[in-house]
């Protein structure tokens, strides 16, 4: 008998998310890799995550998926559920990853001002910012919704077991989140309340689209990718505001992204982001950032941490990214003791991961 099963403790045990079971702990963090020509994934990328699902990874959420209208996103590699063949390509995904026993997600994405200016489509933002961006109408948000309640049919129709909005980093969702991006002055801007107003409706949009049982997660943020350190909550007060509009527009599962998921999110607690988005709302969580990153996270204080964290319910679920794309079976080899087979995350070697 090994003490390595020991080492990743409760993780390693089955559990339910929002009704949904799932074989471990562990998700793996969504993941854009650009492998999808015309929209539609491939054969190669049902594997991909074949091979994640079949090495204890509990949930797959997938790479963002642009939702169908052409401000969504212009890069023609990057998956989408409502174009021609790609139905049938994710059908392909989530009948791969279910006969392992695994369980995946749809993401939802619009890129907002991170969408290129190119084919003459101009980004779409809450209110022109950054310039040269078109300032969103209210009949630009009906569209919207229309068009993520088609995608999330779509997903329903494709095999998944749950559906995650994209509302982080700085994409058109979090654009309304953060009062930097969001300067209007109608009911859709404003307060913590007015700038959720928006993304809340998407929430209840997709609500309507899925089974009234199927897990819907939200994923949101403080930091966006061209600044780290900016906020959309300032207090775990106005933090209550925007995840509250979440929850009651249908939101079952909130995914709280940080770069290290063992930062405090506000000063005076150490709990993280994740913690607060349970604390406040009273449901399960995500948590996810520098999980496992090299080796010594095996003999650190972080892995402790990640372990007592989780067992005292300040999170639910554990999302791992950049460790799982140069290591699919990371879970299988930590595991079972064979730490010498995981390579440790190297930035230089991305790309070639799969
Ligand atoms: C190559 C790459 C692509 C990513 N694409 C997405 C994405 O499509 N959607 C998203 O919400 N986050 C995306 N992220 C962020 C990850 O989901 C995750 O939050 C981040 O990598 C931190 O987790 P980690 O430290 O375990 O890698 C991406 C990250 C990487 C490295």
Do not use: C
Not at 249 to 261: E, I, K, N
Not at 286 to 315: P, Q
Not at 320 to 335: E, F, K, Q
Request: net charge neutral; glycine share 10%; charged share 20%.
């Amino acid at each position: 008998m090994t003490t390595i099963p020991a080492l990743l403790g409760s993780l390693l045990t089955p559990t339910t998310l929002a009704g949904l079971p799932l074989s471990s702990r562990f998700a793996m963090a969504p993941m854009t890799r650009f492998r999808s020509p015309g929209g539609v994934p491939t054969p190669e990328v049902a594997a991909y995550y074949r091979r994640r699902a079949e090495n204890g990874i509990g949930l797959i959420i997938t790479e963002g998926v642009l939702v169908g209208h052409p401000s969504a996103g212009h890069e023609p590699s990057v998956p989408r559920l409502t174009a021609g063949p790609a139905e049938q390509g994710w059908r392909h995904v989530t009948d791969e990853v279910h006969a392992v026993g695994g369980r995946i997600a749809a993401q939802l994405w619009h890129l907002g001002s991170q969408r290129e200016p190119v084919d003459g489509v101009a980004s779409w933002t809450p209110s022109g910012v950054p310039s040269g961006s078109r300032a969103m109408t209210l009949a630009d948000m009906d569209t919207l919704l229309a068009a993520y309640a088609d995608a999330a049919r779509v997903a329903v129709r494709a095999g998944f077991d749950a559906v995650e909005i994209h509302a982080a980093h700085g994409y058109l969702l979090d654009e309304f989140l953060w009062p930097y991006t969001n300067r209007r002055t109608d009911g859709f801007g404003g307060s913590p309340a007015a700038r959720a107003a928006f993304p809340a409706e998407v929430v209840r949009a997709v609500r309507a689209a899925i089974p009234t049982r199927m897990p819907l997660i939200v994923r949101f943020s403080q930091f966006k990718e061209r600044d780290y350190t900016a906020r959309i909550a300032e207090s775990p007060a106005e933090l209550a505001v925007l995840l509250q509009a979440f929850t009651a527009a249908g939101a079952d599962v909130l995914h709280a992204s940080q770069r290290d998921f063992a930062a405090p999110a506000f000063p005076g607690s150490p709990r993280n982001l994740a913690g607060w988005a349970k604390h406040l709302t009273g449901l399960p969580s995500i948590t996810v950032g520098s999980v496992g990153l090299t080796r010594d996270f095996f003999d650190s204080d972080a892995l402790r941490t990640l372990l007592d964290r989780h067992d005292a319910g300040e999170f639910d679920l554990i999302a791992l990214g950049r460790i799982l794309l140069g290591n699919p079976a990371w879970v299988t080899l930590a595991s079972t003791g064979r730490l010498d087979a995981i390579r440790d995350y190297r930035k230089a070697d991305e790309d070639t991961y799969f």
